[in-house]
């Protein structure tokens, strides 16, 4: 077995008692790489793996202290900045953009002994559900290469689930970790807005964006969650809240705790074999002595018109900088200001993100602001409501992740209404703030895994990952 | 037909803050380009902003000044525009929540009487960076960025000026608050106080309002009076003419003393203002804001008003002095328990202001302090100078920063009051000047000066000129 198909647990423990360094990792990371290269159909999942600069990131890494991670490279979106890499967003606008400075999450990563390894393909900025909106190209299922990956994080999930990367830092505005996690059939978990500080995350929607991992095992989501959490001055949206050591958390027993079945997760267009998937574990957790409630969550309804107003709205304003002037790509030679902006944004940005950042100009136009913009703000209000009243009664809400296992390539990127549909069970997560993750769960009859969406309430990771591992656990019990 | 005008001001101001709004990059003018910049103020991709508490409590500040509303929760809002001195494609600012509204400024209208003009809302932003062109209009352009993120005020006013003059004593007031309060220098030459004004004109009498037209770049109160002098004489003009204005964005042009019609596309801004993510919504307790309420200076007009009636001094004492609090500051200084405190107001208004021009320097940069000057103050009283002798010591002060007894001693300025030696001169001088000691005794009293003179000259001024007037007078009358 190679080094690059251990888990984090087994890594750490490996570099701790000096069997192994991270180069040795590495090695067996990159020849996995080269190995995937020479498929027909390569998964693509990295925008970038540049052995010189791991090289150097493994000598200046943290040996002084003895750390979490110990040396465990990580894989990075590559919508994270990392310093001295290139940061492309998966956008042709940054294709040789370098980040000059690190981003909180990949400090704290340092920090805590974590080598940042490689930057991951993604939607471009983060917008889409499928991976296929990239600069860089598609990234292929690793179950099922002629199907989707999941996005946006679409090359972690690939790379993780392949073995391409020991684990992945990624973001999830709408469901960009938990959505590609359960498609690949791994785990991601999307902590709580400000769990993680933003710092150095390149923003699609800011109020939405929030970084989380992308493991093999829920234990090494925990141990990843731990090395980048925690308050940071530098974001204002951080919060300023104590963390827990999530580890602690993952195998604890599940007496007494509620689960909640928001009925509206359940209803049309929920394809049957993913229902099938996601009763199944609910009935793992019913048998492992939770108590599970129906519940109703009303304004789920407005989730996906609400998400794609404000999220593009913020969009249209946060992408509105990249414009090829002080940094990325100038496409065109002009002594016109209008011609440079127009052209370099036209040809810099790939359609889906035009699309949004037109649909969020239209939003906050005036005349519009009021009927779009303004009524979404309130149809949020109404949807965190609604979480909030439910978790009076539940501890844990347990729905689908995505109503489709993964499509296949080319399948919606012409029918974007339907992609946008897609994140109907995801977004409402982000419209409220809440912590939710994606655990693996069971595969459809052409073997595509299926993850089943475990939402907490604010800063309340610590119970998805006692909950995740009952899952993770009774699910490999059935295989 | 009578028109009157109605004018409103947007003023920005510069808040003296040691670092910039949103990240802790020096505020610093005048440096190397782009000296002072960071991942945050040049908007690099990921970065945040985090609001600047220092450049929240000037904003209150002013806002108190102001006699604003200050609110206990306000928002920031992104303005969504293109420019390349903008890094972000948007400036963060304030829009439907400022920090402060309904405040209003007492000034003195062209008949004397105290009017109010109106303060509609005094709002936090960011500086956008500066585009520096090259001589040749084909060769590229710069974008310095140490301005970029700099602390702005935005003073928006109420239409209630109506006269070139009043917008000028108005802009004088705001400058003496901003600078009473410490809350900025507003000096114009660094942009740190910058004016652009509506003004439409309509019928004596009528309570609507004109088609408006935006005047930009004055650089000076001086040209914003002019533009708007200007601007009276063509809306009038035109009106009488029974023509229509159209609304418009001009310009003045400083060589012609002119206003003239900005060049640019006629096209409505959409700023698309939306609340700022990044952000969050800037709470006050009514605490804090009564904190800063107290910690507000006496402001320019109360000031006025007390030094006034506490010195004794005139209307114009207090108008030139109050003009700058650091020199109402400096009078008090040194006036404070001296007897006669109309003199020390004279010599600053006087003595004082000729150096500090002459010399173009600022009263913190001068070397006399309020007690050296006391000291020169008292050197006269107790006639060991003359106020002649002071004048040239007080010069001799602010060159070299040494005391006036200093001075005097090193000088050998001591004023002559040995009665033997005067009396020596004036005999000197008496027999040097037969023809003039001639005629005053002829009866030509008018001569008397200048043997006065001719007596102090031999004395290089230090004869204590009461003995010199005495003695002279008795040796010629006898």
Not at chain 1, 365 to 375: N, Q, T
Not at chain 2, 226 to 232: D, F, M, P
Request: glycine share 8%; net charge neutral; charged share 25%.
């Amino acid at each position: 077995m190679g080094l690059n198909e251990c888990t984090l647990v087994e890594l750490t423990e490996k570099l701790r008692i000096g069997e192994i360094t991270t180069s040795d990792i590495i090695r067996d990371i990159e020849s996995a790489i080269t190995q995937d290269e020479g498929n027909k159909y390569p998964l693509n999942a990295y925008t970038s793996f540049d052995i010189e600069s791991i090289e150097k990131e493994i000598k200046s890494q943290n040996k002084k202290e003895d750390t979490l991670l110990k040396g465990v490279p990580i894989a990075i979106k590559d919508i994270i900045n990392v310093m001295d890499t290139p940061t492309t967003c998966g956008s042709g606008i940054l294709k040789d953009y370098i980040s000059p400075y690190d981003a909180t999450a990949i400090k704290n990563l340092r920090k805590n002994g974590g080598v940042p390894a490689g930057k991951l393909n993604m939607d471009e900025f983060a917008m889409g559900s499928s991976n296929e909106n990239s600069y860089f190209g598609v990234v292929r299922n690793p179950h099922d290469r002629k199907k989707i990956p999941g996005g946006s994080s679409g090359g972690a999930a690939a790379a993780v689930s392949a073995n391409l990367a020991v684990a992945a830092l990624a973001s999830d505005t709408g469901g960009s970790i938990r959505q590609p996690a359960s498609m690949c059939g791994i785990f991601g978990i999307k902590p709580t807005y400000g769990r993680v500080s933003r710092f150095g995350l390149i923003a699609y929607a800011s109020s939405f964006d929030q970084i989380g991992p992308i493991t093999n095992t829920v234990m090494d989501g925990a141990i990843l969650l731990d090395a980048v959490s925690g308050y940071d001055p530098k974001d204002s949206t951080s919060a300023n809240e104590k963390v827990p050591c999530f580890r602690d958390f993952v195998g604890k027993g599940l007496g007494g705790l509620r689960i909640g079945i928001p009925e509206e997760y359940f209803g049309e267009g929920l394809n049957s074999e993913v229902r099938d998937i996601v009763e199944r574990g609910i009935k793992i957790l019913s048998e492992a002595n939770a108590s599970v409630k129906r519940i109703a969550l009303k304004y789920t309804r407005y989730a996906i018109a609400c998400y794609y107003i404000i999220a593009t709205a913020e969009a249209s304003s946060n992408l509105a900088r990249f414009d090829g002037i002080r940094y990325g790509t100038r496409f065109v030679d002009t002594e016109d200001l209008e011609t440079l902006y127009r052209e370099n944004r036209n040809i810099g940005f790939g359609d889906e993100v035009k699309r949004r950042i037109l649909l969020g100009t239209f939003a906050l136009s005036s005349g519009y602001y009021d009927a779009y913009y303004l009524k979404a703000q309130r149809a949020r209000t109404l949807i965190r409501e609604d979480f909030k009243e439910a978790f009076r009664e539940v501890d844990i809400i347990v729905t689908p992740v995505s109503p489709i296992a993964a499509w296949d390539i080319g399948e919606l990127i012409d029918d974007p209404l339907q992609m946008y549909l897609s994140d109907v069970y995801t977004v409402p997560v982000n419209l409220a703030g809440l912590p939710a993750a994606s655990v693996p769960c069971g595969k459809t009859k052409d073997r595509l895994p299926v993850g089943v969406q475990l939402i907490a309430d604010h800063f309340n990771e610590a119970d998805i990952f006692r909950v995740a591992r009952i899952i993770e656990e009774g699910e490999k019990g059935a295989e | 037909m009578s028109f009157e005008a109605v004018i409103g001001l947007e003023i920005h101001i510069q808040l003296n803050t040691q670092t910039k709004t949103f990240c802790s990059c020096s505020t610093s003018f005048g440096d190397k380009p782009n000296s002072h910049t960071c991942p945050v103020c040049l908007g690099l991709p990921g970065a945040l902003p985090v609001f600047n508490e220092q450049a929240l409590n000037k904003g209150i500040m002013a806002g108190l000044a102001l006699k604003c509303e200050v609110a206990e929760f306000s928002i920031f809002a992104r303005k969504n525009y293109f420019y390349p001195d903008l890094p972000k494609s948007y400036q963060i600012s304030q829009y439907e929540s400022p920090l402060n509204k309904g405040g209003y400024v007492l000034i003195n209208d062209d008949e004397g009487k105290k009017r109010k003009v109106g303060i509609t809302r005094a709002h936090l932003e960011e500086d956008a960076g500066k585009l520096i062109h090259d001589e040749n209009p084909k060769g590229p352009s710069f974008v310095d960025f140490n301005r970029c993120g700099v602390p702005l005020l935005e003073i928006v006013t109420e239409p209630d000026i109506r006269t070139p003059d009043e917008a000028y004593r108005f802009l004088q007031a705001i400058k003496e608050m901003m600078q009473y309060t410490e809350v900025s220098e507003c000096n114009m030459e660094k942009g740190e106080l910058r004016v652009d004004v509506n003004i439409s004109m309509r019928n004596f009498g009528d309570q609507g309002f004109g088609v408006k037209q935006e005047i930009k770049n004055m650089n000076s109160f001086a040209n914003v009076k002019r533009a708007l002098e200007y601007e009276v004489k063509r809306q009038t003009k035109i009106l009488r003419s029974g023509q229509k204005l159209i609304q418009q964005t001009r310009l003045f042009d400083v060589s012609k003393s002119a206003t003239v019609p900005m060049r640019m596309k006629e096209e409505a801004h959409d700023y698309r203002y939306f609340p700022d993510p990044d952000l969050v919504p800037v709470t006050l307790t009514h605490d804090q804001i009564e904190r800063i309420q107290n910690s507000l200076p006496e402001l320019p007009q109360n000031k006025r008003e007390r030094l006034k009636k506490q010195y004794n001094l005139t209307d114009y004492d207090v108008e030139v002095l109050c003009s700058s609090h650091k020199l109402a500051n400096y009078f008090e200084a040194a006036a404070n328990g001296y007897k006669s405190p109309k003199k020390i107001a004279n010599w600053i208004l006087s003595e004082l202001i000729r150096v500090l021009n002459e010399r173009r320097i600022e009263i913190d940069d001068c070397k006399v302090t309020p007690t050296k000057l006391r000291d020169l103050f008292d050197l006269m009283d107790s006639k060991v100078i003359s106020g002649k002798i002071a004048k040239a010591v007080f010069d001799d002060m602010v060159e070299s920063g040494q005391s006036a007894s200093e001075i005097v001693e090193k000088k050998g300025l001591k004023q002559v009051t040995d009665r033997a030696e005067i009396v020596k001169v004036i005999v000197e001088t008496i027999e040097e000047n037969e023809k003039v000691v001639r005629d005053y005794r002829d009866g030509k009293k008018k001569v008397f000066g200048f043997l006065v003179g001719k007596v102090m000259q031999k004395t290089h001024g230090k004869a204590s000129p009461k003995l010199v007037n005495e003695i002279l007078r008795e040796k010629l009358e006898s």
